[in-house]
């Protein structure tokens, strides 16, 4: 069992992968099913913490179905102690001025859409860009003889040991000298051309993919290009589409870098946005019921992608470096 | 050689459409870019902050427009944090204003990092006359190169905002509270009339035996921000330099700050001990980004510190009265209040300078500044319109003496303007911060980051003498 | 560009194709690889490697974003060892990393094993991982309204315990440690599951051999199931603590360094200085000191996991 990789090292968010799949767990299951005092006591320990993850995010629906003042009046209620859609109507801009003061928001128009749709570009254009050209290293490394292969690749390795925040100033330098601060292709252009996890992650599975189909297909007149787009990348469907998940996933709940590059409604995402509308609170205090909606709306997107693909993302977290 | 051009026709297929794609992401960034920038001259952008003055400068701006028919100016409202932000941007992208609403704690920076153009070389700004504003205006605009980097729009004193129900109910009257003494050993009637104002949960005063100060109902004074930037500015600036303070060793572009006179740590240990006796709100207690606005208009606190320029936001109050009383006078005998004020400023790529300067011209004129008068929501800066908005004031039920007696008699003085502002601030933010939340004897941090202060003007002032030694 | 002049043996690929199409091949190849590489080596070198040289290289400047960048020398790093708030940030940092790494592994061990020996059910990982699909900043916006000191929930409960508001995010002891615990919440059922994705991959035998010489379950964990487990937990906490190290999003929305500093870490002091005091020079060197900590750290813990597999293998 080899385990030192330096695959998933140096990537603290994205998450580092390959399927070991519902395969046949080596789990020592108990064949005797008694409910021992010890087995009660782990699903006691267990449903406590079930709790604790998923309470918080019933407190986020409930204080979105509020109005600010009765939330304020009633912070322990568990259901919403004054139920309203309000405060989604009001992050949304479907509310009217006067509404939005009555129920504690700022009255102010949050470009909420806009904000979405900037949100939606930059993780598209970040996912689809870089998975692809990922993919093709990845296929150059694992597929093709050319003369520096394996130094060359050794240079992606490195890049995996740069942490992100070293490059953030520079690389914001660098976007500024190109005249895209402030835009939604200077959000994601650093990333979307690669990421050394993703050209490892992906090299690793093609690596796997038996040479004879290739050669088949080459056979049949195909070139080279024609066989990664039409053979490869079909094949590997199942591992192109975790990490473009995980990809899409990182680069929706991205903060930092956003940050410093965005500024106004043009390029805004969602990320920044909530913190910016934390931050205009209106007269009456904070407007947590619309904080709220706006986080839930925020989520929302990852949450649907999970529900459609949970099974895939649970099991593709594991390590890649684990044979 | 035939799979080869195949190949090729491929490959520029795909480089075609990896081309596309990149059209397509820059078409898609495109929305981001500012629009029009050839018929830029004749726009004139302007970014501002404050809702309450929108209306009146788009007022302005209308008739700027009807006058100079071939310019058209573009106005942006933005919130405070977020319009640093944006400003910092857009100098950094060349997509920024070409004139701007400045702040004093800002524009020094801004003004070393050669962002902003003179307004005294410019055609239509060069003879703005200081004898035209409110006193000292033009000097707080002027920076350390004797350039001047604004044109006054306004200026601002602080004064107490008060719940006149709160008030009756403690039978102090507003003229009582505007003249209260204070003193730093046992805070004089200032701090007995906040403590007689304060109300704990069984509505026993801050000054009656049983006083419960862990559980109060009513604060006598409010607090949301400890340091108010540098120097206190709408919280207990007006204070220490009652008690003899000065920021720095010059009103105008001192380089040596002061914060580690016995007087200052005098006024704060008096000051944030009000919160230890239950008079002031703890750090924390209350959310700080909503303002000690939101404590006076939500009946938590009975009286607030605070600015000239949110007599507007108070004047909403709907289920109390809200008045205005002159700050205590403090153990000099004088009963100061800090004074600032605003400026247009001329970002240095602005497209048209000329055009610019001509805009900028127009709202220091009169004309523009009576209808900021007419609107009531600041002191004008110019001393022919500021009685206007005094009148209105007044009818609202604020008292404007408030605000402008220290100034008549001289009490006022003006915030400090220094390099190093955001350095500055990076010292001073938390140690005030800390001072409120921990309560450790304020000259023990302060006496801390004093020194570490002025050494940025000692390096400033090794690095010129290197430059002028060479 | 000179071909290569020996060929690498190859199993024999039953390629009928002609033997000049074989020979053909090879620059055929370094072509095509080009063109297959060339973007994700523009994004290497324009957007990591050219970065990187830059960054070191502003780091000796006293570059303001503004004006052009002039070479100071060492001042930034003389600075850096002299600035006592770039070492109380360092110092909140690490107490960060360790209350954040320590509970966040415990945490996960626990869940994981839990997970192990209970169920291998594909809708309780789904739910364990459910917090981490939320960015940091919504996980930090939520824990400031349910721990808000007046009006959140949090202490509503501690008040009907008879327990004292806590100022969770503005009280200076509280804030690291909460913002460190919100974090576990949110990162704790992803490490949980690498963990149990390493536990899947140990082998059952073991376990067999265990249980015939009726060693308990907290023995078995104890003396079968730790050492096995241990260059997993490595990794995982190479992965973690560096990410750990980065902390930012989840302080920027919540306390923003304050009270007074407390929770005032790297990240947050070099973005400060940057983008509010144009003291990009400076911070780039604090991002170099950054830097070097991290590789520090990863190369002893790296050397851990050598040392580790190698026992094991």
Same mark, same amino acid.
């Given at each position: $069992?080899?385990?030192?990789?330096?695959?998933?090292?140096?990537?603290?968010?994205? =998450?580092?992968?390959?399927? =070991?799949?519902?395969?046949?767990?080596?789990?020592?299951?108990?064949?005797?099913?008694?409910?021992?005092?010890?087995?009660?006591?782990?699903?006691?320990?267990?449903?406590?913490?079930?709790?604790?993850?998923?309470?918080?995010?019933?407190?986020i629906?409930?204080t979105a179905?509020?109005?600010n003042?009765?939330?304020?009046?009633?912070?322990?209620?568990?259901?919403?102690?004054?139920?309203?859609t309000g405060a989604f109507q009001r992050v949304l801009g479907m509310q009217s001025t006067e509404d939005a003061l009555a129920e504690g928001g700022s009255g102010s128009a949050l470009n909420f859409w806009r904000y979405l749709l900037n949100s939606v570009m930059v993780a598209t254009l970040v996912t689809v860009c870089q998975?692809?050209?990922?993919?093709?290293?990845?296929?150059?490394?694992?597929?093709?003889?050319?003369?520096?292969?394996?130094?060359?690749?050794?240079?992606?390795?490195?890049?995996?040991?740069?942490?992100?925040?070293?490059?953030l100033l520079?690389n914001f330098v660098l976007i500024q000298q190109l005249g895209l601060i402030d835009t939604v292709l200077g959000i994601a252009l650093p990333t979307m051309?690669?990421?050394?996890?993703?050209?490892?992650?992906?090299?690793?599975?093609?690596?796997?993919?038996? $040479?004879?189909?290739?050669?088949?297909?080459?056979?049949?007149?195909?070139?080279?290009?024609?066989?990664?787009?039409?053979?490869?990348?079909?094949?590997?469907?199942?591992?192109?589409?975790?990490?473009?998940?995980?990809t899409y996933m990182t680069a929706w709940n991205d903060y930092f870098w956003p940050l410093m590059v965005s500024y106004t409604d043009s390029s805004r995402v969602l990320t920044v946005a909530l913190g910016v509308f934390r931050a205009q609170s209106p007269q009456s205090g904070t407007d947590w019921a619309g904080l709220m909606a706006a986080s839930l709306i925020a989520a929302l997107p990852m949450f649907l992608l999970?529900?459609?693909?949970?099974?895939?993302?649970?099991?593709?977290?594991?390590?890649?470096?684990?044979? | 050689?035939?799979?080869?051009?195949?190949?090729?026709?491929?490959?520029?297929?795909?480089?075609?459409?990896?081309?596309?794609l990149a059209v397509g992401a820059l078409a898609l960034s495109g929305c981001g870019q500012r629009e029009g920038d050839s018929e830029a001259s004749s726009t004139i952008d302007y970014w501002l902050w404050d809702t309450q003055q929108l209306p009146a400068y788009q007022q302005c701006a209308d008739? @700027?427009e009807?006058?100079?028919?071939?310019y058209n100016v573009n106005i942006t409202q933005t919130g405070w944090d977020d319009y640093w932000q944006r400003l910092t941007a857009g100098f950094l992208a060349g997509t920024g204003p070409d004139v701007f609403i400045n702040h004093?704690?800002r524009?020094?920076q801004y003004?070393?990092l050669?962002v902003l153009?003179?307004?005294?070389?410019?055609?239509?700004?060069?003879?703005?006359?200081?004898?035209?504003?409110?006193?000292?205006?033009?000097?707080?605009?002027?920076?350390?190169?004797?350039?001047?980097?604004?044109?006054?729009?306004?200026?601002?004193?602080?004064?107490?905002?008060?719940?006149?129900?709160?008030?009756?109910?403690?039978?102090?009257?507003?003229?009582?509270?505007?003249?209260?003494?204070?003193?730093?050993?046992?805070?004089?009637?200032?701090?007995?009339?906040?403590?007689?104002?304060?109300?704990?949960?069984?509505?026993?005063?801050?000054?009656?035996?049983?006083?419960?100060?862990?559980?109060?109902?009513?604060?006598?004074?409010?607090?949301?921000?400890?340091?108010?930037?540098?120097?206190?500015?709408?919280?207990?600036?007006?204070?220490?330099?009652?008690?003899? /303070?000065?920021?720095?060793?010059?009103?105008? /572009?001192?380089?040596?700050?002061?914060?580690?006179?016995?007087?200052?740590?005098?006024?704060?240990? /008096?000051?944030?001990?009000?919160?230890?006796?239950?008079?002031?709100?703890?750090?924390?207690?209350?959310n700080q980004d909503d303002g000690?606005?939101?404590?006076?208009?939500?009946?938590?606190?009975?009286?607030?510190?605070?600015?000239?320029?949110?007599?507007?936001a108070?004047?909403?109050?709907?289920?109390?009265?809200?008045?205005?009383?002159?700050?205590?006078?403090?153990?000099?005998?004088?009963?100061?209040?800090?004074?600032?004020?605003v400026?247009d400023s001329i970002s240095a790529d602005a497209d048209n300078?000329?055009?610019a300067?001509?805009f900028?011209?127009?709202?220091?004129?009169?004309?523009?500044?009576?209808?900021?008068?007419?609107?009531?929501?600041? @002191?004008?800066?110019?001393?022919?319109?500021?009685?206007?908005?005094?009148?209105?004031?007044?009818?609202?039920?604020?008292?404007?003496?408030? @605000?402008? +007696?220290?100034?008549?008699?001289?009490?006022?003085?003006?915030?400090?303007?220094?390099?190093?502002?955001?350095?500055?601030?990076?010292?001073?933010?938390?140690?005030?911060?800390?001072?409120?939340?921990?309560?450790?004897?304020?000259?023990?941090?302060?006496?801390?980051?004093?020194?570490?202060?002025?050494?940025?003007?000692?390096? +400033?002032?090794?690095?010129?003498?290197?430059?002028?030694?060479? | 560009?000179?071909?290569?002049?020996?060929?690498?043996?190859?199993?024999?690929?039953?390629?009928?194709?002609?033997?000049?199409?074989?020979?053909? #091949?090879?620059?055929?190849?370094?072509?095509?690889?080009?063109?297959?590489?060339?973007?994700?080596?523009?994004?290497?070198?324009?957007f990591?490697?050219?970065?990187?040289?830059?960054?070191?290289?502003?780091?000796?400047?006293?570059?303001?974003l503004l004006?052009?960048?002039?070479?100071?020398?060492?001042?930034?790093?003389?600075?850096?060892?002299?600035?006592?708030?770039?070492?109380?940030?360092?110092?909140?940092?690490?107490?960060?990393?360790?209350?954040?790494?320590?509970?966040?592994?415990?945490?996960?061990?626990?869940?994981?094993?839990?997970?192990?020996?209970?169920?291998?059910?594909?809708?309780?990982?789904?739910?364990?991982?459910?917090?981490?699909l939320v960015s940091n900043v919504v996980a930090g916006l939520v824990?400031v309204w349910?721990?808000?000191?007046?009006?959140?929930?949090?202490?509503? !409960?501690?008040?009907?315990?008879?327990?004292?508001?806590?100022?969770?995010?503005?009280?200076?002891?509280?804030?690291?440690?909460?913002?460190?615990?919100?974090?576990?919440?949110?990162?704790?059922?992803?490490?949980?599951?690498?963990?149990?994705?390493?536990?899947?991959?140990?082998?059952?035998?073991?376990?067999?051999?265990?249980?015939?010489?009726?060693?308990?379950? !907290?023995?078995?964990?104890?003396?079968?199931?730790?050492?096995?487990?241990?260059?997993?937990?490595?990794?995982?906490? !190479?992965?973690?603590?560096?990410?750990?190290?980065?902390?930012f999003d989840t302080v920027a929305v919540t306390?923003n360094?304050?009270?007074?500093?407390?929770?005032?870490?790297?990240q947050l002091?070099?973005y400060d200085?940057a983008f509010d005091?144009f003291?990009?020079?400076?911070?780039?060197?604090?991002?170099?000191?950054?830097?070097?900590?991290?590789?520090?750290?990863?190369? !002893?813990?790296?050397?851990?996991? #050598?040392?580790?597999?190698?026992?094991?293998?």
């Open positions: $069992m080899t385990t030192t990789n330096t695959s998933s090292a140096s990537v603290p968010s994205g =998450p580092a992968s390959s399927a =070991p799949g519902d395969s046949s767990p080596a789990t020592p299951r108990k064949r005797t099913r008694r409910l021992k005092p010890g087995r009660i006591l782990a699903w006691v320990v267990m449903v406590v913490i079930l709790l604790i993850t998923l309470l918080p995010f019933y407190w629906l409930r179905l509020s109005t003042p009765s939330l304020l009046s009633n912070p322990a209620s568990l259901t919403p102690p004054e139920f309203t998975v692809l050209f990922s993919a093709m290293a990845a296929y150059a490394f694992s597929r093709l003889r050319w003369r520096g292969r394996d130094k060359v690749f050794a240079l992606f390795l490195a890049g995996l040991m740069v942490p992100t925040v070293f490059t520079p051309f690669m990421t050394p996890f993703a050209v490892f992650f992906l090299r690793q599975f093609f690596l796997g993919i038996p $040479m004879e189909i290739e050669e088949a297909a080459r056979l049949d007149g195909s070139s080279r290009i024609g066989t990664f787009f039409r053979v490869i990348l079909p094949m590997a469907g199942a591992p192109i589409a975790t990490l473009s998940i995980l999970f529900l459609a693909f949970a099974r895939r993302i649970v099991n593709s977290i594991g390590f890649s470096g684990i044979k | 050689m035939t799979r080869k051009t195949f190949t090729r026709a491929r490959r520029s297929r795909l480089l075609s459409a990896t081309a596309v008739l @700027f009807q006058q100079h028919p071939e004093p704690s524009y020094p003004a070393d050669e153009l003179p307004l005294d070389e410019q055609d239509a700004t060069a003879n703005q006359q200081a004898s035209d504003y409110q006193d000292g205006l033009m000097e707080l605009w002027t920076g350390s190169d004797g350039h001047r980097y604004g044109s006054p729009k306004d200026w601002d004193s602080i004064a107490l905002f008060y719940n006149s129900d709160y008030l009756a109910d403690g039978g102090v009257s507003p003229e009582e509270l505007g003249s209260l003494e204070w003193n730093p050993e046992d805070g004089g009637s200032f701090e007995a009339a906040i403590a007689h104002l304060t109300v704990d949960d069984n509505g026993v005063r801050g000054d009656e035996p049983g006083f419960d100060k862990d559980n109060v109902a009513v604060y006598g004074l409010g607090l949301s921000d400890p340091g108010g930037g540098n120097t206190g500015q709408g919280q207990w600036g007006s204070f220490a330099n009652g008690a003899g /303070w000065e920021v720095t060793d010059e009103p105008f /572009w001192g380089t040596e700050y002061n914060y580690d006179d016995p007087a200052l740590h005098e006024t704060l240990d /008096w000051y944030f001990g009000l919160s230890d006796k239950g008079y002031m709100p703890k750090y924390g207690q209350f000690t606005l939101s404590q006076l208009m939500s009946g938590s606190v009975a009286v607030v510190s605070d600015g000239s320029w949110m007599v507007p108070y004047s909403s109050s709907e289920n109390f009265e809200v008045g205005t009383a002159r700050m205590p006078t403090g153990p000099d005998g004088t009963a100061p209040s800090t004074m600032s004020g400026a300078p000329e055009a300067a001509e900028v011209a127009f709202m220091g004129s009169q004309e523009c500044q009576s209808v900021v008068a007419e609107a009531g929501v600041v @002191f004008p800066a110019r001393t022919d319109s500021v009685e206007r908005t005094e009148e209105i004031w007044t009818e609202q039920g604020f008292d404007t003496s408030a @605000f402008t +007696d220290p100034v008549e008699e001289g009490d006022a003085f003006f915030l400090p303007i220094t390099s190093h502002g955001a350095d500055v601030a990076a010292l001073t933010i938390p140690a005030f911060q800390e001072i409120w939340a921990d309560r450790p004897p304020s000259a023990e941090v302060l006496d801390r980051i004093n020194p570490a202060i002025n050494d940025l003007f000692i390096a +400033d002032k090794e690095a010129e003498d290197a430059d002028s030694g060479n | 560009m000179t071909v290569l002049t020996q060929q690498p043996d190859r199993p024999p690929s039953g390629r009928p194709s002609s033997p000049d199409g074989k020979r053909r #091949r090879r620059p055929d190849d370094t072509r095509t690889a080009l063109f297959f590489i060339a973007p994700a080596a523009l994004g290497l070198a324009v990591l490697a050219w970065p990187l040289i830059r960054g070191i290289w502003l780091s000796f400047t006293n570059y303001n004006t052009d960048p002039e070479f100071i020398g060492l001042a930034n790093y003389r600075r850096l060892i002299a600035d006592p708030i770039f070492w109380d940030s360092m110092l909140t940092t690490v107490w960060y990393v360790v209350l954040n790494i320590g509970i966040q592994t415990a945490a996960a061990l626990t869940i994981a094993l839990l997970m192990y020996r209970l169920t291998q059910s594909t809708l309780l990982r789904g739910l364990v991982l459910t917090p981490y824990w349910i721990l808000d000191t007046q009006f959140g929930v949090g202490n509503q !409960i501690l008040g009907w315990l008879g327990i004292d508001p806590i100022g969770f995010f503005t009280d200076s002891a509280w804030a690291i440690p909460t913002i460190a615990l919100v974090n576990v919440w949110r990162h704790m059922g992803y490490t949980a599951l690498l963990i149990f994705a390493g536990l899947q991959t140990l082998p059952a035998s073991v376990y067999e051999a265990a249980r015939l010489d009726g060693s308990g379950e !907290i023995r078995t964990f104890f003396s079968v199931t730790m050492p096995l487990l241990r260059p997993i937990m490595a990794l995982v906490l !190479i992965m973690t603590v560096i990410g750990s190290f980065q902390v306390t360094g304050g009270p007074a500093n407390a929770t005032n870490v790297l002091y070099i200085l005091r003291q990009f020079g400076y911070a780039s060197a604090m991002s170099v000191g950054l830097l070097i900590v991290l590789g520090i750290i990863t190369v !002893i813990q790296y050397r851990m996991t #050598r040392a580790d597999s190698s026992d094991l293998a």
